[in-house]
Structure formats: C-alpha cells, structure tokens
C-alpha cells in the first residue's frame, strides 16, 4: 500500500505535474490572506494599550518566527521519512526547505530586536528566546553547509537527515522557553488565542499573516522542488519531453 502510494502520488514525476495545478490556488489564497492581515493589522486593529503603534511588528515577527519553526518541523518529518522510506520526494522537500528557512528566521530575528530595541533599551540580549531562535538559524545554515559539502546524493540526504532530526530538539526548547525561565521576551502569544487578553480586532489578523506566510512558504517551496526535480531527474525521458517543450 505505501509502495503503490510513494509511487503514484509522491512519485517526482507525478509531485511535479500535480504541483503546477495547485501553485494558482495557493497563489490566490496567499493574495487574500496577505491583503487582509497587512490592511487589519496596519489599520484597523487599535493601537496597544502600553507599546502604541509599535506593536504592529507583531504582524510580520510572530509569523515569520512561526515559519521558521513550522518549516523546520517540516524538515524533520521528511527527514525521517528520507532515513526509513526512502521517499525522494520527501529527500527533495528537506533539501528545499532549508534556504527558506533560514530566511525566515533571520526575519524573525531581525523584527525582534527591532520591536526589542523600543521596548527592553537594546537591540539584542542572550534571552532564552533569543538564544534558541539565532540556535535555530545556526542549524538551518549547518544543514545547508553539511549538504554543500556531500557530493554524492544519498549520502547528503542521509547525512542532512540525521542533522534535521538532532536539531528538531530546540523546537520544544524555543516554543517553552518563555515559560522555563525567567526572560524578558513575552510569553508566546499562539498561545493566548482562546483567551480575551487579546482582542479580536488584533488576533485576526495576526492569523491572517501566519497563514499567509505558511502559503508563501508553500508557493516558493513548490517553486524549487519543481526545479531540483528536474536537476535530479535530468537523465529520464519524462524530464527530457518537459525540457524540449
């Protein structure tokens, strides 16, 4: 069952054809979601109580660190199903995700200390947070050097792989750090959606923007599957009929 699914669904081949019908779609869903959020967030959503205006870089650092994280557990899951199934596409997806990655976290990293700066007096201390996230960057730009430097195909994704799923343990310690000790960052605000600490007016498009910024993720990952797929399977017919048209 799992060998007729890999190979009909998960397949390079079939990916490659299924994913040109659904980048419009998530192409469209990341227009309204984006338009929505930054038009909310920029202009309806009131100011906060104690930071004014300057809380509205919440809009673009708490997403952009939620997929940081949510790319990173991305890559963790492929990673072990490269190590126990094989599965190329999954190989291909990890490989892929990791420039994305890092990008994102620098994002998030850069956001905060510019929210941090107003707030805490300084642009950067070695808070928990802080700390876990830049730990983060270092692994996403360690998984992209370890695979520089791997000629051979298998044995890169297999030696990525293993880095992946070691890695994966700072996740845990970046989303509870806030709660484990004693740090100036505020306690995680995905946390608090089911509370009325924070009103609706500025909760919805905060989501508006996380799951924007997940679709963004999705369209360029796709867009460079797509492209690695070709690299990989440059030699079969399929890729040569695909190349000549």
Same mark, same amino acid.
């Given at each position: ?14 990916? +490659?054809?299924?994913?040109?019908f659904l980048?419009?779609?998530l ?16 202009f309806?959503? %009131?100011a @906060?109580y104690?930071?004014? @205006?300057?809380f509205?870089?919440? +809009?673009v650092h ?9 790319i990173y557990?991305v890559?963790? $899951? ?6 126990v199934?094989?599965?190329? $596409?999954?190989?291909i ?10 990008w ?8 905060g200390?510019?929210?941090?700066k %107003?707030?805490?007096?300084t ?8 700390t876990?996230?830049? $730990?983060?960057?270092f692994? +996403? ?5 370890l695979?520089?430097v791997?000629? @051979?195909?298998s044995?890169? @994704?297999?030696a &990525? &792989? ?9 996740? %845990?310690i970046?989303?509870?750090s806030? $709660? ?7 306690g995680?605000s995905?946390?608090q959606f089911a509370?009325?600490s ?19 993720y ?8 797509q ?7 440059i ?8 190349i000549?048209?």
């Amino acid at each position: 069952m799992l060998s007729w699914f890999t190979h009909h669904f998960l397949a390079p081949k079939s990916f +490659y054809k299924t994913s040109w019908f659904l980048l419009p779609w998530l192409m469209g869903a990341f227009i309204i979601f984006f338009v929505y959020g930054l038009i909310a967030g920029l202009f309806i959503a %009131p100011a @906060d109580y104690q930071q004014g @205006d300057g809380f509205r870089i919440i +809009y673009v650092h708490v997403p952009s660190a939620f997929t940081a994280m949510a790319i990173y557990l991305v890559m963790a $899951i492929c990673a072990l199903l490269t190590l126990v199934w094989r599965i190329k $596409i999954a190989a291909i997806c990890m490989a892929c995700s990791a420039e994305i990655g890092a990008w994102f976290t620098l994002l998030a990293l850069v956001t905060g200390s510019i929210w941090g700066k %107003p707030m805490w007096g300084t642009w950067w201390i070695w808070d928990a947070r802080l700390t876990s996230v830049l $730990i983060l960057l270092f692994l +996403y730009l360690g998984f992209i050097a370890l695979r520089s430097v791997i000629n @051979d195909i298998s044995n890169r @994704d297999r030696a &990525s &792989s293993i880095i992946a799923l070691v890695g994966a343990i700072n996740l %845990p310690i970046i989303h509870y750090s806030v $709660i484990w000790w004693n740090t100036l960052h505020q306690g995680p605000s995905l946390m608090q959606f089911a509370a009325p600490s924070i009103a609706p007016a500025m909760l919805h498009p905060l989501v508006s923007m996380i799951i924007a910024f997940l679709l963004f993720y999705a369209i360029i990952l796709i867009l460079r599957m797509q492209n690695e797929i070709l690299i990989r399977e440059i030699k079969t017919e399929w890729v040569k009929r695909v190349i000549a048209l």
